[in-house]
């Protein structure tokens, strides 16, 4: 019935045909989903004052972007900002596609009122991302939204499936927007403490006197005894959280693209740029609702109140309003050593599939020898040459003008260095420099991250997932690789690094291209605290990285190859309804394969 219907209503030629390049397509290929996404300016009240927030299609937070494992993902991008722009996305691994990070050193920047489509693969890969804006403080104003892979239907999940799904982003807020933040970063303060915490844009829920009236705060409807999958990203401006749901157990499931052995947890932190799913039973009476809530975490709580973010989990059969004081933590974080039990709690199911059908632990991590060491250590900010920067092993990244892997293929020298340090050294004075690692590919590394800065920080490397074999206080020396997790580790592409301690991670350089490896606290990022990792293969032949897109965006010096944009926003509007038909239209014919092939 449906189909008949289906081809009465569209017997058209161009129909037809595309129905016929897809059958062919999806046999050798896999299917492809376009999005297009405008970003702009509008106003909202999150913490009860107007600001000027980024919006995508008219949304805050945006749009997610659904797929299934190996879909071919088209996002069209119009920037109708008044500043330049770029999207990144956070934990997709695009391999051999850095073309398509969207960070300064791998694109030019979308100029405002042009438009640039990313294209890429999420290849190989299940789970929960998100997507940002990278540029100068941006995300700090808006812009994000959730990525959800999900298994091809072949591939079994570790659990039962779920009756519903949530997506939870989670992150520390100010009323000053991004431009009015960059100015502090820019005197030489700090930001000092953030006005609230948003969950899914909105301002907290009146579970106190000092919770203005009017503040609009997120609702979740749940049904009684049904279990949800809840997915949770943190994407503030620099705060760590305790996410945590009053009277319900989460259990945690996923990292970061990777199964977990499944832990029952009360509250969870969660830090800049993490994400994790957890499954939620709705197994309590209803005598009210419950309170969602995020808090700011390893900082002075109680001074730290008012950054407190507060929804409400309303079962159908709820019999009342959220009332009463917020449910505290479980965890003390007061002990030094207690801190770490969490993250160290988190271990691969080695036994589940991931995207493939074989197990996740089938690759034996902890018995491949490590070619390289790289310590990178993060220092506090400090004056250069007049103006506060933070720097990484003494360097302050400076982004070239010119993203590096277009310098490489348009033979523009002079642009970046390879000679980014493999070790911190005290002698030398901080200093801003365009130098990324020269990186070995397929070499197996290990990198650690020593925070010498007086603030939890989190460290994400774009285009792989790494074990996180170790964390303590103190200086990493060479026998702490004795306490190595080599079994069962977390694989996961952000974590977080405490003051005054270190994180070990072990990853395999089989991803070829240049990835950026930074702090995804912004105000760290935004001063410097960031380098590239440059992989390339020697016997590149075309399969291991892509060749530049066609319709890359040139600047810096190659700035005179870029052709003019037709960019009336009149013209652009229409080819944004064009495309969004046209986006639907791929996502129907995207399911006609497997009806009628
Ligand atoms: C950001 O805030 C500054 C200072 O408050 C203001 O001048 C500017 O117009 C704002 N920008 C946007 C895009 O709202
Ligand atoms: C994502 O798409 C799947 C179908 O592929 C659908 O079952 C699911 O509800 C969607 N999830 C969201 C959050 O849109
Ligand atoms: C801009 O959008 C148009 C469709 O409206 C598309 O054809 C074009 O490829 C896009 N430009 C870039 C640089 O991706
Ligand atoms: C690990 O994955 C296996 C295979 O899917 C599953 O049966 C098992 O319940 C999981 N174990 C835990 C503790 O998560
Ligand atoms: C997690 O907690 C729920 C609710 O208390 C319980 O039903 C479930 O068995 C627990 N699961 C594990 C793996 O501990
Ligand atoms: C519901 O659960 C709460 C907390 O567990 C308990 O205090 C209350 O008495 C229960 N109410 C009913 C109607 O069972
Ligand atoms: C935390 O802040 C409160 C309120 O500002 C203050 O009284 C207290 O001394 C602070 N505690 C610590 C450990 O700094
Ligand atoms: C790793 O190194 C050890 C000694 O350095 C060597 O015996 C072993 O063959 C190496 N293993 C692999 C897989 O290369
Ligand atoms: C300071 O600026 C000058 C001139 O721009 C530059 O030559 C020098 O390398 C800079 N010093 C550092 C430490 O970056
Ligand atoms: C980068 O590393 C490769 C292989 O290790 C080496 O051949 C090359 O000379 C290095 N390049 C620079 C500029 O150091
Ligand atoms: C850790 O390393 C720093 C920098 O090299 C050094 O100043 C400090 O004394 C070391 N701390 C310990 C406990 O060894
Ligand atoms: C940072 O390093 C300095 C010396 O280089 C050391 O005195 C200090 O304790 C370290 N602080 C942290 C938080 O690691």
């Known amino acids: 019935m449906a189909a008949a219907y289906f081809f009465s209503r569209f017997t058209t030629f161009p129909f037809l045909f ?34 000027q927030v980024i919006a ?47 960070v300064l050193g791998t694109n030019c920047p979308i100029p405002p009122n042009w438009n640039f489509t990313y294209s890429f693969q999420v290849k190989d890969q299940i789970g929960s991302f998100f997507y940002f804006p990278s540029l100068n403080l941006q995300r700090a104003s808006g812009g994000f939204g959730p990525i959800i892979i999900n298994n091809r239907d072949r591939i079994p999940i570790p659990f039962n499936e779920p009756d519903g799904e949530i997506s939870f982003m989670i992150g520390d807020w100010y009323t000053q927007n991004h431009t009015a933040l960059r100015g502090v970063l820019d005197s030489g303060e700090e930001l000092g403490m953030p006005d609230g915490v948003l969950i899914n844009g909105k301002g907290p829920y009146k579970y106190t006197s000092s919770v203005p009236d009017g503040i609009q705060y997120e609702t979740i409807n749940v049904d009684p005894g049904k279990t949800y999958r809840i997915r949770v990203h943190n994407v503030g401006t620099s705060t760590s959280l305790n996410f945590r749901i009053q009277n319900h157990k989460m259990l945690l499931v996923e990292t970061e693209g990777h199964y977990n052995l499944q832990t029952n947890f009360t509250d969870f932190d969660i830090h800049v740029g993490q994400s994790y799913s957890f499954l939620v039973t709705m ?26 973010g507060v929804g409400v989990l309303h079962y159908s059969n709820s019999k009342g309003q959220a009332s009463g004081p917020l449910p505290v933590p479980a965890t003390d974080v007061s002990q030094l050593w207690s801190v770490m039990n969490q993250q160290r709690a988190i271990k691969q199911n080695t036994t589940a599939s991931g995207a493939r059908p074989n197990p996740q632990g089938s690759y034996h991590y902890g018995e491949i020898n490590i070619t390289d060491t790289y310590i990178l250590r993060s220092t506090p900010p400090t004056k250069i040459n007049g103006s506060v920067h933070a720097t990484l092993n003494g360097i302050s990244f400076l982004n070239p003008s010119t993203p590096m892997r277009l310098a490489d293929k348009h033979k523009v020298n002079g642009v970046y260095k390879l000679d980014f340090p493999e070790r911190p050294a005290d002698n030398i004075p901080p200093r801003l420099e365009s130098s990324i690692i020269n990186a070995t590919y397929k070499g197996f590394i290990q990198i650690i991250f020593q925070n010498n800065d007086t603030k ?12 996180v074999v170790a964390m303590d206080f103190g200086n990493w020396t060479e026998d702490k690789k004795g306490s ?30 240049v990835w950026n490896i930074r702090v995804q606290n912004l105000d760290r990022w935004y001063l410097g605290q960031e380098t590239y990792m440059r992989i390339i293969n020697p016997e590149e032949n075309g399969s291991t990285e892509m060749d530049q897109p066609g319709n890359a965006l040139y600047c810096g010096a190659l700035k005179s190859m870029q052709k003019d944009q037709i960019h009336s926003s009149a013209t652009s509007i229409l080819n944004g309804k064009w495309n969004l038909v046209f986006s639907l239209v791929m996502v129907l014919l995207a399911l006609v394969p497997v009806f009628f092939c």
């Open 18 to 51: 595309s129905l016929a390049l897809l059958c062919g397509f999806s046999l050798a290929g896999d299917p492809s989903v376009s999005y297009v996404f405008e970003v702009s300016y509008i106003t909202a009240s999150p913490l009860g004052v107007p600001q």
């Open 56 to 102: 995508i299609n008219g949304k805050f937070p945006g749009p997610v972007i659904n797929v299934t494992t190996n879909y071919n993902v088209d996002v069209n991008v119009f920037n109708r900002l008044d500043e330049p722009f770029l999207f990144t996305w956070n934990g997709i691994e695009m391999r051999g596609e850095s073309w398509q990070d969207g």
């Open 283 to 308: 197994d309590q009476n209803a005598s009210s609702d419950y309170y969602i809530v995020a808090s700011a975490r390893f900082v002075n709580e109680t001074a730290w109140q008012r950054v407190t």
């Open 456 to 467: 939890v920080q989190s460290f994400h490397i774009d285009g792989y997932s790494f074990y």
């Open 484 to 513: 190595y997790n080599n079994w069962d580790a977390a694989s996961r592409s952000t974590v977080e690094v405490y003051p005054g301690a270190w994180t070990a991670v072990l990853l395999s350089l089989d991803n070829a291209g």
